[in-house]
């Protein structure tokens, strides 16, 4: 049973993310037999690395590898800014309506799973918008030329951006209207046909600095648990087509 939180506990939360993500976010994991359980957030040797540079850089670009922990971690600073900023606006970006969805239902979960009591009160709470005490939101957005415009946002984060079909287009919307917040962008590799029409985040990422971004990658080993065993195995599951 998950210890609520005392009034000391979470005025030492509000001053850190950090201290927010590890000791009071709750995230669902899958198992190996494919069973889901609800676990604590789990502090890796990357996370430092991470929590740094969601301090030091207003743009930043991941490339990643599936499963190691990026949506959860961004979600969680979505929602720890939103908790504890007021008039804290966020959007989301991904490549569909089910794809932000996916990503404000993260943002839910942990919201319902702090050791809180009461637990903040999430209003309006729907499957692409949901807002928090001190008029507080999360918007999210899927890839379409307009996407986001006509808003302000403190945070604004496109998941899976290689995957947008509209992400040269969308990211002219959304930086303008972030122009004083902070921009995460992050996604894992996009098969070569895709890059084709989409090659944004791929310009995005490889010209870093110039394109004013901080770019970072997080291959499959920054998970823990992962070595070469797991490697080969991954690999046996796959087809030959190279970059899978």
Known sequence: MTTKATEAEIIRA???????????????DVQPDGSARVIQFEQWPIHEEQLRDLAKYKR????KARQVSWSWLRG???AWNMLFKGHYQVGVGSAGELEATEFIDKVRFVLERLPYDPLPTIFPNNAL?????GESTIMGFPSTAKAA??????????????FH???QEAYASYEAATE??????????????RQVTNDFFQRMFMGAPDTGFHASFYPWTVRPGRDAAWFEERRRRMSSKPGQ
């Open 180 to 193: 004083h917040g902070q921009i995460i962008i992050g996604s894992s590799a996009g098969d070569e046909a």
């Open 14 to 28: 509000a001053a850190s993310f950090s201290y927010f993500l590890f000791n009071h976010t709750y995230i669902r």
């Open 60 to 63: 930043l670009i991941d490339l």
């Open 76 to 78: 969680s600073y979505a």
């Open 165 to 167: 079909p509209w992400a």
């Open 129 to 133: 918008l949901l807002g928090v005490p």
């Open 149 to 162: 415009r006509g808003f302000n946002y403190n945070l604004f984060i496109a998941d899976e951006a290689a």
